[in-house]
Every structure is written in structure tokens, then in C-alpha cells.
């Protein structure tokens, strides 16, 4: 098991937000958290990163843990990449640059190679061309794909994705799930929360329902979709179309 | 009887002006430059709020903020030897210049620090970026960036501020002034060439900072 989390529990004050999750996720599989708005999809998200601390349980990632206490993250972080919703590029670097940083920050590599793996990633991407630009001169679509270079220049084991398409206008939204199908299909290890159901349905190899802090359901994602055991997935489906 | 302008009183003298002007702008360059660097430093540590040196630089700003610079000088120059501190009346005017400057650079920073998106340190955070790099590579670039003009018009304050260095016969700009008028006894000319003098220096720096600021804070390439 690639990634593993055992009775998460998490409280913001007391709202209890997290009641006990457990999730395994193998190595090059896709993962698919789908649920409504409050049902803590976010917050589990965070918690394989340490960016939100849990009360309570185990978050395992490629036989790094991480505890409920746990200050040190940065073995962890090397492990685990993550998208946002808002790109959160930083805007006094160019593009190459913000792909640059952690490579040549954290882990030391030299300029000259922390600048061939960013060429590399932004090849990757499609955005080769980019290079030099800053991230204000780029649509959101080629953003969200250079923080998705960004993420890929530290070669994490496995990838977070949060909605990285809720803040794109529609017809910017293919662009970034293409690049994401094309990982995907490469092997990388994907936990991504999406309301994209068509994508996914086509991309995940596992579909994670979650309802009021909980995994309510879970499983092959064309079986949930053709079938939803539970009264709530059925109607969340019904709701999302 | 109309008042005969003599100017040419005030030029006899320009030599001394000119060192002073001189003067007020090193005072000035190395007060700022260290006053913007306890600003960083005083910023940071309330930004993240360090205990216990948070409340330290709580009270240090509140301080400087709400006494009048003279008032800090002189307890610098002619207080501290009390308690066996002696300074020379540069040293003096230099340190009162970036104690003073110091304060105010603390809340102006600050301001540009806590105004950084919540969302751009998350992601270097999961970057696996320690909370120094963070800092360092991520936030205070474009932290400066956002208070840069503030920040300029503080460090003219601050030089325009200096003119009461002369008050503990450090010979700067006005020190001059005051000398040259109690030999020619042309308050008006002289006092209007120094009133001038100090418009133009004033530009002057308010210019180069902003230059500065675009050519290294914002460090970009203009498009
Ligand atoms: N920083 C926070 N402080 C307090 N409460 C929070 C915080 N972040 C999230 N919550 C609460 O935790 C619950 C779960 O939020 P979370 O963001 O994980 O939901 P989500 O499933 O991602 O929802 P969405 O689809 O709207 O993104 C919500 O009730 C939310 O109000
Ligand atoms: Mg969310």
C-alpha cells in the first residue's frame, strides 16, 4: 500500500469534521473523492500532507507516518504533492522559476539541472514555451498546469488534487484534465476530489463517496455509478447529474 | 525700507552646504539601511509572533512611535552616558535614525507579510519548504514589493527627520544652516537655500529608492 490511513479523526472546534476515516490506496492507482459541500473532502486531502492536523489515527504515505502530534513534515511533503483550486502560483517568478524552486531549495540540485527537469515538466504540461513568462500572463488553465509541473519537479509519490478545475472558466477545464488523464495513464498515483463525475468515472480506479465525515461508500467507480448502494450516493448522483 | 536679498551671502558658503547635504545623505543611507533591517527582523518575529520577542518588539514599537524623535536622540546622546554609553554624535544620530526608523519599518512590513495569500505558503509548504525558505523564497519579495512606496516615504521622513541631528552638533544639512546664518546673519536666504536644498535631496532619494524598487524588489523583467 502506497498510501494508508487508519480511524482519522479530525475537529475544527466542535464541529467534528473527520469521524474515522480509513483508505488504502495502491501504487499508480487513481482515487476519486466525491461528496457534498462540508463533508470534509478538503480536509482529508490536507491531512496526507500535514497542511491540516487530525486529533486522532494514522496517515501513512510510502512508509512515511505521520501521527496526530507530528511537527516534522518535511519527509513526508517529499512524498506527497498537491494542486489547489487557486493555482496559487507565486507571482514574482517567472514559470521556470516557480518550478525550480523546491528542487533547488530543497533538495539542492544544481541550477543547471533544477532548469532541465523544469523544462522537462513544463514539457510535459504542453507549456514548454513558457519558460519565461510570469504567471499573471498565463490563462488560469496554463497555471493550474504549471503548478501541476511545479508539483511533478519534486517527483512526488503520490499527487493531491483539490478541485484543481473549480476555478477555471469551462472551456479552460479539458486542458487541465487532459494533463491529468495523461498522468494517470503513466502510472502516477492520484487522490483528487472532483464534481468533474464524467472524469471521474473514466479516470479513478477507486470512488471514495464521503457524507458528513465519513467514507460512506466506496469502490469500483463504474459498479457506485451503475448501482450506488446507499440512499445518499443515489441522490448526491441524482443531484450532480 | 524694502529688505535687500543677498544671496551671494549664502553661496560664500556653499562648500559647507554641500558637505552637509553630503552628510545628511550617508546619516541617512546607513541609518536606513540598518532601521529597513531591524524593520525585517521586528516584522518577522511579530508576523509569526515569537514569543517572547513579539511582545518585545510590541513595546520597542510602541515606544518609538508614540515619543518624538528629538526626544529619543537626546536620550540616546546625552541620557545613555549615565549609564557608561558613549557615543560619538554620528553614532548617536545614526542610532536614533534606526531605532526610529526601525519601529515604524516594523509595522509597514508587517502589513506586507500578514497580506500574503494564505493559499501561495500552503503550496510551498507542500512543497516540503521549511517555514525559513518560505519566508525567504515566497513571502518577503513580494511583501516588500506591496509596502515598497511606504516604506520610501518613511526613510524621506526619517532624513527630513535627521535636520534635528544638529541639536547634538552632528554636522549635517541644518547644522550647517544654523552656522552659516549666525555668521551672516541671513536667516531668510539661508534658510531658503537649505529649505530647497533638502526639497531636492528629498526627490532625490524618494527617486533612487523607487528605482531601487523596481529594479531589485520587483526584479522583473518590464513587459
Ligand atoms: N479552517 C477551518 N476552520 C474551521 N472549520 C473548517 C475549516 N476548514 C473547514 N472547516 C469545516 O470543516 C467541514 C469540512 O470542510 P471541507 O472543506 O473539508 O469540506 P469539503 O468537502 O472540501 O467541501 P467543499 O466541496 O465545499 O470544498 C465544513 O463544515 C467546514 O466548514
Ligand atoms: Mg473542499
Given at each position: 500500500m502506497l498510501v494508508r490511513i487508519d480511524g482519522l479523526h479530525k475537529h475544527f472546534g466542535a464541529n467534528h469534521v473527520l469521524k474515522g476515516i480509513d483508505l488504502r490506496v495502491k501504487e499508480g492507482e487513481v482515487v476519486a473523492l466525491i461528496g457534498r459541500s462540508g463533508s470534509g473532502k478538503s480536509t482529508l486531502l490536507r491531512s496526507i500532507n500535514g497542511l491540516e492536523t487530525f486529533d486522532d489515527g494514522l496517515v501513512e504515505v510510502d512508509g512515511e507516518r505521520l501521527h496526530a502530534d507530528q511537527t516534522d513534515l518535511r519527509a513526508l511533503r517529499l512524498k506527497v504533492g498537491m494542486v489547489f483550486q487557486q493555482f496559487?502560483?507565486?507571482?514574482?517568478?517567472s514559470v521556470g522559476r516557480n518550478v525550480m524552486l523546491a528542487p533547488r531549495t530543497v533538495r539542492q540540485t544544481s541550477v543547471a539541472e533544477c532548469e532541465s527537469l523544469a523544462r522537462a515538466m513544463l514539457a510535459k504540461v504542453g507549456l514548454a514555451d513558457k519558460f519565461d513568462a510570469y504567471p499573471d500572463q498565463l490563462s488560469g488553465g496554463q497555471q493550474q498546469r504549471v503548478a501541476i509541473a511545479r508539483a511533478l519537479a519534486m517527483q512526488p509519490k503520490v499527487l493531491l488534487c483539490d478541485e484543481i478545475t473549480s476555478a477555471l472558466d469551462p472551456e479552460l477545464v479539458n486542458e487541465v484534465l487532459a494533463t491529468v488523464r495523461q498522468l494517470a495513464s503513466e502510472g502516477m498515483t492520484l487522490i483528487m476530489v472532483t464534481h468533474e463525475m464524467r472524469f471521474a468515472r473514466e479516470v479513478s480506479d477507486q470512488l471514495v463517496f464521503m457524507h458528513q465525515g465519513r467514507v460512506h461508500e466506496s469502490g469500483d467507480p463504474k459498479d457506485l455509478f451503475a448501482a450506488p448502494q446507499t440512499a445518499e450516493l443515489a441522490a448526491f448522483l441524482g443531484a450532480v447529474g | 525700507m524694502a529688505y535687500q536679498f543677498d544671496f551671494a551671502a549664502v553661496w560664500a558658503y556653499h562648500e559647507m552646504l554641500a558637505q552637509g547635504a553630503m552628510r545628511t545623505l550617508a546619516l541617512t543611507a546607513v541609518g536606513a539601511g540598518i532601521g529597513v533591517a531591524v524593520g525585517t527582523l521586528g516584522a518577522v518575529v511579530r508576523a509569526w509572533r515569537l514569543a517572547p520577542f513579539d511582545r518585545v518588539f510590541g513595546v520597542y514599537v510602541e515606544l518609538i512611535r508614540n515619543t518624538p524623535f528629538i526626544v529619543q536622540l537626546f536620550f540616546i546622546f546625552f541620557g545613555l552616558p549615565s549609564l557608561g554609553v558613549h557615543m560619538s554624535e554620528w553614532q548617536a544620530a545614526v542610532l536614533a535614525m534606526a531605532v526610529n526608523l526601525g519601529a515604524y519599518s516594523t509595522e509597514i512590513i508587517r502589513a506586507g507579510i500578514v497580506a500574503t495569500p494564505r493559499g501561495q505558503i500552503e503550496a510551498a509548504a507542500s512543497l516540503a519548504l521549511s517555514r525559513f525558505e518560505i519566508f525567504r523564497h515566497v513571502v518577503l519579495r513580494p511583501a516588500l514589493q506591496r509596502v515598497w512606496p511606504a516604506l520610501v516615504s518613511q526613510i524621506v521622513i526619517v532624513m527630513l527627520g535627521s535636520s534635528v541631528c544638529s541639536q547634538i552638533s552632528a554636522e549635517e544639512l541644518t547644522f550647517a544652516a544654523n552656522f552659516i546664518q549666525s555668521r551672516n546673519f541671513r536667516a531668510f536666504e539661508t534658510y531658503v537655500v537649505v529649505a530647497v536644498l533638502y526639497l531636492l535631496l528629498a526627490l532625490l532619494v524618494r527617486q533612487l529608492l523607487l528605482w531601487i524598487g523596481r529594479r531589485f524588489v520587483v526584479g522583473r523583467p518590464a513587459t
Open positions: 496559487n502560483l507565486f507571482p514574482h517568478l | -
